[in-house]
């Protein structure tokens, strides 16, 4: 995968997060406004476990990093329900993330480079695998959940 460089300037870049947000909202109403929220709070996760500076350059976060701290941020801030409240918030694929992200950097609250693209975040992971699956049982043995394989005795 491409890398992709995304600058998180202390959300302050060009303009007003609040502002920019009712703006991008207002031309693309495919995401809630929490999901917005959300991929802020889940850069700033993802920087923070990546041991990023707190300014510049350095401070990029590839495409593959943010979808996986996306990915371990949902499912710590909401577990088991992560795969419910992401649908609800209009987030059905890793895409989604691309286009919330690439929204940001249009209104100017995040950067990029020449490089970035869109792309970079089709088919990051999928959804159902990597919200839902973590919280399926493990398959039980072949003696069945009922009978742990003892007979019983007569």
Known sequence: MKRVNLLASNYMKKTNFSE???DILDKDPRYQEEAYHFVRE????TIK???????????HVSGTELLDGIRRYALQEFGPITFTVLSKWGLHETKDFGHIV???????????????NIEDF????????????PYVPEETSS????????????
């Open 20 to 22: 920019a947000l009712q």
């Open 42 to 45: 889940a850069l700033d996760y």
């Open 143 to 154: 003696a069945g959940p009922l009978n742990d394989g003892h007979e019983e005795q007569a």
């Open 49 to 59: 476990i990546l041991n990023k500076p707190a300014d510049g350059v350095d401070r």
């Open 102 to 116: 690439f929204n940001l950097v249009k209104s100017g609250i995040l950067g990029k480079t020449d490089n970035d």
């Open 122 to 133: 089709v088919k990051g992971y999928d959804f159902k695998k990597a919200f839902l699956s």
